[in-house]
């Protein structure tokens, strides 16, 4: 699809001018053989052109189905776009015009009258479609002749009627579409255009415009990763007193909303926002709950999500974002706090033993790794996908002990697990003594309240309205694992204890079955440690019976390896084995 | 009259020379001109404007071969004249 303007007056005196040359000719001719040849010539030339004047007649007419397929021209008075000069002009997108629309004209038509098209939906639509409509070639012509200051200038223009409009519930569609389509040509253009000088100006959007261009871009890597960080940067330093910053009532995400969904789209430019930016601005802005809603933690775990990050990429990400939400804890809420346990369960290793993550050096700085996951496992979420995570942690580091110092290397995995599992029962444990917290808090200062529930003039209404109280605290802490209440935390501790045995016995049940995988025994089938009744001595029973196994024809390698691993796990969760050592 | 009476052939030349003059001044010319960006833009208008251009040139290479009739003629009468023809 092409563009066509005109000046209906100039173009009805081309057709006029087409009609006295067609008749000029008619009437030109010569007896003369030495002007054969040259009148030849001329009819011919004449005849062709002579020929366009019904093509000019389906511009004149504005014909729909005409031999020039134009379309609606008279709905889009453009009078001075394509001649500034000149009122009076039509425009229209000439469907079946070759070449497609020129990027260095449209870019004028943008430049001179782009208010006025967005005024009116129909030319905000046209606009839009005429912008999708740019090959990458039109594009980068059209990026060009916009300029990047320039560009920028008018994506705020139209970002700023988009979330007006969509505020005041007026009909923006038409205008958005024309942001959208306008950043789809600067993502179509960018491979033609010189980076620096746009990034420099992309940089300096409104933190909405950012969020909107980079989510419909298409940005390679690196510049979506300046933009974004740029915009994320801009919202929390001027975020208060920034119009398209604040809330709307439509449905319209907040900027920094935005620019994480575009980040979630390519995790690499995520990663690079995280590394790049101060350890301050990390917490104020995923601790920013309020506004982030529950964006703040899917994007964590998704820049670390082990299907898409390398270990050394995860743990440039973990690496910064734990130090520094643990050192701005308080705007750390319950859910994210949940995410931040997905997010660290798959690389337990990298912070239990704080070394080097599958051939990649985790670099902590000051900050103690296994204090961080202490502090990780603190929700009851985060405790359980940590719990996961170590259960895990077996099988996806098997690998490592094919080819390593096998001993040394169940050893450090038995000291990842063990540290993983003691913060998993301490996170329980925390979250139960919180709860106890609670429980006391009813029980023993405001503990009256039952009496005057009973007792009081409203006695019905206040012990039914506390009786909904008690049971939302039953609740609360049957979920951490307490039953009844209040419950006394050496019972939660001990709760904690026995889930460490059983932990320990699932994974020595795990280092037998991954040991025996593919490698079938002749003598007797190895002891299931998982057919041990649980308690905290079997772990004892378990070796007992594994010693057996042994002096009746089982594989001393097999023991040997539960062994290293059990000694692993007890120095971890006893917190004995703090010196950082690697599984590569 | 024949091709050897010099009045004849000057005649002829003059009339070439008229011919020429009447296309350099052709409408095709002016319609050229009106068919710029002034009057309508876009691809099918280039397009136009392509043709033109084309028109212009074999508008040019007319009259300039009417030019080199007239002044052949021109030559060949002034050759029977000083009786330096054929």
Same mark, same amino acid.
């Given at each position: 699809m092409g563009y066509l303007g005109y000046d209906p007056d100039a173009l009805a005196g081309l057709r006029a001018r087409l009609d006295a040359l067609a008749a000029e000719a008619a009437r030109t001719s010569s007896d003369d053989p030495f002007a054969a040849d040259a009148l030849a010539r001329y009819h011919a030339a004449a005849a062709r052109l002579a020929g366009w004047r019904g093509r000019v007649d389906g511009v004149l007419s504005c014909?729909? %189905?005409?031999?020039?397929?134009?379309? %609606?021209? %008279?709905?889009?008075?453009?009078?001075?776009?394509?001649?500034? $000069?000149?009122?009076?002009w039509t425009l229209g997108f000439d469907? %079946?015009? $070759?070449?497609?629309?020129h990027g260095e004209r449209l870019a004028e038509l943008v430049l001179v009258r782009f208010d006025a098209l967005l005024k009116d939906p129909v030319s905000a639509r046209r606009l839009a479609n005429a912008l999708d409509a740019l090959d990458p070639l039109a594009a980068t012509a059209f990026a060009v002749a916009l300029g990047p200051t320039r560009a920028a200038t008018l994506l705020d223009r139209v970002a700023s009627l988009t979330a007006l409009g969509t505020a005041r519930r007026h009909p923006s569609t038409a205008v958005g579409a024309v942001l959208d389509t306008l950043a789809r040509s600067i993502g179509r253009a960018w491979p033609g255009v010189e980076a620096a000088p746009w990034l420099a100006a992309l940089a300096g959007l409104d933190p909405f415009t950012a969020g909107r261009l980079c989510r419909a871009a298409g940005l390679p890597t690196a510049a979506l990763a300046t933009v974004a960080g740029a915009g994320l940067a801009r919202w929390l330093d001027h975020g208060s007193t920034l119009v398209m910053g604040q809330p709307d009532q439509a449905g319209e995400l907040h900027p920094p909303q935005l620019l994480l969904d575009a980040l979630r789209g390519d995790p690499a430019a995520g990663r690079q926002v995280v590394a790049a930016w101060p350890d301050a601005s990390l917490a104020r802005l995923f601790g920013n709950t309020t506004v982030l809603g529950t964006t703040a933690g899917p994007f964590l775990a998704e820049l670390v999500d082990p299907r898409q990050a390398s270990p050394a990429e995860a743990g440039q990400v973990l690496t910064r974002v734990l130090p520094a939400l643990r050192a701005d804890?308080?705007?750390?809420d319950k859910d994210l706090h949940g995410w931040l346990g997905a997010a660290a369960a798959p690389w337990l290793d990298g912070l239990a033993l704080g070394g080097v993550v599958g051939g990649a050096t985790w670099s902590w700085g000051e900050a103690d790794p296994v204090a961080l996951l202490d502090w990780v496992a603190r929700s009851s979420v985060a405790a359980d996908a940590v719990a996961v995570g170590a259960a895990a942690l077996v099988g996806a580091r098997w690998s490592a002990v094919r080819v390593g110092d096998r001993a040394a290397v169940l050893y450090d995995l038995g000291v990842a697990v063990g540290t993983a599992q003691r913060a998993a029962g301490d996170g329980h444990v925390w979250v139960a003594r919180q709860a106890d917290a609670v429980w006391h808090q009813l029980w023993s200062a405001p503990g009256t309240v039952l009496g005057v529930a009973v007792t009081g003039p409203v006695g019905a209404v206040v012990g039914f309205a506390t009786g909904a109280g008690v049971a939302r605290l039953a609740g609360l802490t049957e979920r951490a694992?307490?039953?009844? $209440?209040?419950?006394?935390p050496d019972r939660v501790e001990r709760l904690a204890q026995r889930h460490a045995a059983d932990a320990k016995i699932d994974h020595a049940a795990r280092i037998v079955r991954l040991d025996l995988a593919g490698s079938p025994t002749a003598g007797p089938p190895p002891p299931d440690p998982l057919a041990l009744a649980p308690g905290p001595d079997a772990v004892a029973r378990y070796t007992d019976e594994l010693d057996r196994w042994v002096a009746a024809g089982g594989r001393t390698d097999v023991r040997a390896d539960v062994h290293a691993f059990g000694d692993g796990f007890g120095d971890g969760f006893d917190g004995l084995a703090h010196t950082p050592r690697s599984i590569d | 009259v024949t091709d050897d009476d010099p009045c004849t052939l000057r005649a002829r030349a003059d009339g070439l020379r008229r011919l020429a003059a009447a296309l350099d001044a052709s409408c095709l010319r002016d319609v050229r001109a009106r068919g710029g960006d002034a009057t309508w833009r876009g691809p099918t208008p280039e397009a136009f404007q392509d043709e033109c251009a084309l028109a212009a040139r074999q508008l040019d290479a007319a009259v300039d071969e009417l030019w080199q009739g007239a002044r052949l003629l021109d030559r060949r009468a002034d050759d029977v004249v000083t009786g330096n023809g054929p």
């Open positions: 014909g729909v %189905d005409g031999p020039l397929t134009v379309v %609606d021209l %008279d709905e889009i008075a453009l009078a001075d776009v394509l001649h500034p $000069a000149v009122a009076g469907r %079946d015009a $070759a070449g497609g629309v804890a308080d705007l750390v694992g307490v039953l009844g $209440a209040p419950t006394p | -």
